[in-house]
Structure formats: structure tokens, C-alpha cells
């Protein structure tokens, strides 16, 4: 009787052991599965921060690409406005200059008959001036009209000081009424054309 309660003793105490070391081992496992399962959620908040940070370095690199482009851009088009402009600047200048070559040419043209309806009128005495010379006359002076308006002006000559950038001196002549280097004559006329000389006056000066 005694041995079978030594027997009974012994078998609960060893089932209270392996009670004991089944708990233990529970425990360890529960531990070993709660750090895992925070390993787990640790990486996978890494892998998250990993693939934000990513996701933001790939989107800053884009955005810096897009603002290179775009600056990129606004230079090519602030060069050819540049350009654009000094063209437009450089054609309304050659428009112009051939503008003022044309008119010069067509003035130098004309000049010939102002110098023919002068030469006309001169010699058409007084006593003959008739309906025929206040035709001619009115004809010149509206001829001198237009030529005003288009700011083609006479050159003032006789009496004046000789100035080579407006007389061209081809003699000179003793006279009593300038001093000299003074113009005594003006044998034809000199124009000028917007305060260009188009053609320098014939003179003699006084010597």
C-alpha cells in the first residue's frame, strides 16, 4: 500500500515537472512568436519608410527634372524673342535706309526739271510774261510745294560763308560786294533732303 502511494507521489510530481517545463516551454514559444511578431512589424515599418523615402527621392528627382526642363524653356524662348527683335529692329532699318535711298533717287531726278522750269522762267522777259508764264509759274511753284512737303529744302547759298559740307566751289571771282570766302554766286542750286545735302550748291566765292 505503501509503495503504491510512493508510486502515485512520484507519478504527480512528475507530471507537475513536465507541467511545469510544458508552461515554460509555452511561455518561451509565446515570447519567441511575440519578438518575431515585432521583428515582423519592425521591418515592415522600415520596408514602408524605405519605400517612402524612395517613392519621395524619385519624385524630387522628377520634379527637379521638370523645373530644369521648364527653365530650360523659358531660356530658348526669352533667346528667340531676343532674336525676333533685333530682326524686327534690323528690318524697319533696312526698310527705312532703302526707303531714304529710293527717295534720294527719285529727288536727284527731279531736280533737273526744277533747274529747266527756273531756267525757263528767267528767260522769259517781263514785258513777255503772258498766260503762258503764269502757267509755267504756277506749275513750279506747286512742283516746289510738294518737294517742301517732303522736306526737300534749298540750300541757302549766296551770301553765305562757304561751307564744303553744303558748296561745291568751282571759281573764284573778284567782288566788291563780299568779302572773302564768301559766296558770290550761285550758279545752281543745292538741295538737301531731310537735312541730308541730296546735291551741293554750284558756287563762285569771293576772293
Same mark, same amino acid.
Given at each position: 500500500?505503501? /509503495?503504491?502511494? +510512493?508510486?502515485?507521489?512520484?507519478? =504527480?510530481? !512528475?507530471? &507537475?515537472?513536465?507541467?511545469? %517545463? @510544458? *508552461?515554460?516551454?509555452?511561455? /518561451?514559444?509565446? +515570447?519567441?512568436?511575440?519578438?518575431? =511578431?515585432? !521583428?515582423? &512589424?519592425?521591418?515592415?515599418? %522600415? @520596408? *514602408? ?159
Amino acid at each position: 500500500m505503501a /509503495e503504491n502511494t +510512493e508510486e502515485i507521489l512520484n507519478e =504527480t510530481v !512528475n507530471e &507537475e515537472v513536465s507541467t511545469d %517545463e @510544458t *508552461v515554460e516551454a509555452t511561455e /518561451e514559444t509565446v +515570447e519567441t512568436a511575440e519578438a518575431a =511578431t515585432d !521583428n515582423a &512589424e519592425a521591418a515592415a515599418e %522600415e @520596408t *514602408v519608410a524605405s519605400d517612402k523615402k524612395t517613392k519621395k527621392g524619385k519624385s524630387d528627382k522628377k520634379l527637379e527634372a521638370l523645373e530644369a526642363k521648364n527653365a530650360e524653356l523659358e531660356d530658348r524662348v526669352k533667346r528667340q524673342m531676343a532674336e525676333f527683335e533685333n530682326f524686327r529692329k534690323r528690318t524697319e532699318k533696312e526698310k527705312a535706309t532703302m526707303f531714304e535711298m529710293g527717295a534720294k533717287s527719285v529727288i536727284e531726278k527731279l531736280l533737273p526739271v526744277v533747274d529747266n522750269f527756273e531756267r525757263g522762267l528767267a528767260s522769259i522777259a517781263e514785258d513777255q510774261r503772258g498766260p503762258v508764264y503764269e502757267g509755267m509759274n504756277m506749275i513750279y511753284k506747286q512742283l516746289m510745294t510738294e518737294l517742301e512737303k517732303l522736306d526737300v529744302k534749298p540750300i541757302e547759298a549766296l551770301g553765305q560763308e562757304f561751307n564744303p559740307d553744303f558748296h561745291n566751289a568751282v571759281m573764284q571771282v573778284e567782288s566788291e560786294e563780299f568779302e572773302e570766302g564768301i559766296v558770290a554766286q550761285e550758279l545752281q542750286k543745292g538741295y538737301t533732303y531731310r537735312d541730308n545735302v541730296v546735291r551741293h550748291s554750284m558756287v563762285a566765292v569771293a576772293q
